[in-house]
C-alpha cells in the first residue's frame, strides 16, 4: 500500500475515480516499464510481463525513473519521496511468465514490438484466459487496432491506450476507439487514464492517431531536408528548437524513439507517411538504433 507521500501524489494525480484496479502489461520495455511506472505511482497493481532476460534492465530503468518523479515531487520531504519510490516499486511485479495475473486483471495493455503476428496471438490468449471484464489494449503506434484486434471474441470490450515517450514525463494519453469499442469501455479507459495523471484525448482507429499523424510528414521532410543536403542534421536540430520552440529536434527525437521504429514505419505499406530512407536504413544495419543502443545521428554515454 502507498504511505503518506506515495498517497498524496497518487491523490494529486489521480482526477478521475476508475474501477480499473489491476493491470497487466506485456512488454518491459521503454514503453511498458514507463506505463507500469506511472500505474504503479498511482497505486494501481501491476504485472509486467517480459523474457526473464528483458526484466533486470526494466526493474533498473523503472527504479532510475522513480527516483526522478520523487527527487522532484518530494523535495522537501525526503522521507515522503522514499516512501512513494519503495510504494510504486512494491506496486509492481516483473514476470516472465503471467501465472494467476490474467485471471483478475481488470485492464491488459500490449506493449511488445511492432509485430502484428506477436500481439494477435498475444491478445487471443488473453481473450481466452481473462475474465468477462477484462479490457485489452494496444499501445501500438503503428498499426491499426482493429487488425490487432480482429480474432478477440470481445471486440465491445478492446480499444488503444497510445502512451508517448518518456511515460512517466507526457502528459498525454492517446484513447483510441475501434468500430467495436463500446463506450463504456471507451469511458472505462478515459477514467483510467485520468486515474493515473495523464491527459487524454480521443481518436477513432487510423494509422498514426493523432499525435504520429502529424508528426509523421515532419519527421520525413526533416530526413529529406538532410538527404537533399539543404541543411546538415545537427542544424535542423537547432532551428526547430530555437525557432519553433520545439523541446527536441526531429533528428534527436528520431534517436529518442529509436530508428528501428522508423525504418518500420517506412516498410508499413499500409503508412501513409512511409518513405525509405538511404540515410536511416544505413545507421540501422550498422546496430546505430539511437539513445537506447549509445548511438543514432548522435553518439550517447
Ligand atoms: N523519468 C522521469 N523523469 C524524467 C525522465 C524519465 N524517463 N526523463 C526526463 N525526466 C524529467 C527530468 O528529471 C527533468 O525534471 P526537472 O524538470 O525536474 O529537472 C525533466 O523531465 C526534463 O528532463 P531533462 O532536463 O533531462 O531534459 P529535457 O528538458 O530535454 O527534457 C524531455 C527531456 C522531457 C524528453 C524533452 O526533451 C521532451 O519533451 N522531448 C520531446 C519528447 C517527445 O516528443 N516525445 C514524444 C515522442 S513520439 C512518441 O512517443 C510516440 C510513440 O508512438 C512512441
Same mark, same amino acid.
Given at each position: ?27 518491459? !520495455? ?8 506511472v500505474?504503479?505511482?498511482?497505486n ?11 526484466l ?30 519503495? &510504494? ?8 516472465? &511468465? ?28 488473453? &481473450?481466452?484466459?481473462?475474465?468477462? +471484464? ?13 487488425d ?11 480499444? $488503444? ?32 487514464g485520468?486515474?493515473? !495523471? ?17 508528426? $509523421? ?30 523541446p527536441? $529536434?526531429?533528428?534527436?527525437?528520431? &534517436?529518442?524513439? !529509436? ?32 539513445? +537506447?543502443? $549509445? ?7
Open positions: 500500500m502507498l504511505g503518506i507521500g506515495g498517497k498524496m501524489l497518487a491523490r494529486k494525480m489521480a482526477t478521475t475515480a476508475s474501477p480499473i484496479n489491476e493491470v497487466v502489461i506485456f512488454g518491459a !520495455g521503454l514503453m511498458g516499464s514507463g506505463i507500469a511506472q500505474s504503479g505511482q498511482t494501481h497493481k501491476v504485472t509486467l510481463i517480459d523474457r526473464e532476460e528483458v533486470p534492465t526494466a526493474q533498473k530503468m523503472i527504479a532510475a525513473s522513480v527516483n526522478r518523479v520523487a527527487k522532484k515531487a518530494f523535495k522537501n520531504d525526503q522521507e515522503a519521496g522514499r516512501a512513494f519510490i519503495e &510504494d510504486t516499486i512494491g506496486n509492481i511485479k516483473l514476470v516472465s &511468465d503471467p501465472g494467476q495475473a490474467l485471471l483478475t486483471a481488470d485492464l491488459v495493455i500490449e506493449a511488445v514490438t511492432e509485430n502484428l503476428k506477436l500481439k494477435q496471438d498475444l491478445f487471443k490468449r488473453c &481473450d481466452d484466459e481473462c475474465p468477462e +471484464k477484462t479490457i485489452l489494449a494496444t499501445n501500438t503506434s503503428t498499426l491499426r487496432v482493429t490487432i484486434m480482429k480474432d478477440i471474441r470481445r471486440q465491445d470490450r478492446t480499444g $488503444g491506450l497510445h502512451f508517448f515517450n518518456p511515460v512517466p514525463v507526457m502528459k498525454l494519453l492517446e484513447v483510441i476507439k475501434t468500430d467495436h469499442t463500446s463506450p463504456e469501455t471507451f469511458d472505462a479507459m478515459t477514467a483510467w485520468r486515474a493515473i !495523471g495523464k491527459h487524454t484525448v480521443a481518436c477513432r482507429d487510423t494509422i498514426g492517431f493523432i499525435v504520429n499523424r502529424l508528426l $509523421g510528414p515532419y519527421i520525413q521532410e526533416a530526413i529529406a531536408m538532410v538527404e537533399r543536403g539543404d541543411a546538415t542534421f545537427e542544424d535542423v536540430d537547432v532551428a526547430m528548437k530555437l525557432g519553433a520552440g520545439y527536441m $529536434g526531429p533528428f534527436q527525437l528520431l &534517436d529518442y524513439t !529509436g530508428l528501428d521504429l522508423h525504418k518500420f514505419i517506412n516498410e508499413n505499406p499500409d503508412h501513409p507517411f512511409r518513405k525509405q530512407s538511404e540515410m536511416i536504413n544505413k545507421l540501422v544495419a550498422e546496430g546505430k538504433l539511437g539513445v +537506447k543502443t $549509445g548511438e543514432g545521428f548522435y553518439k550517447y554515454k
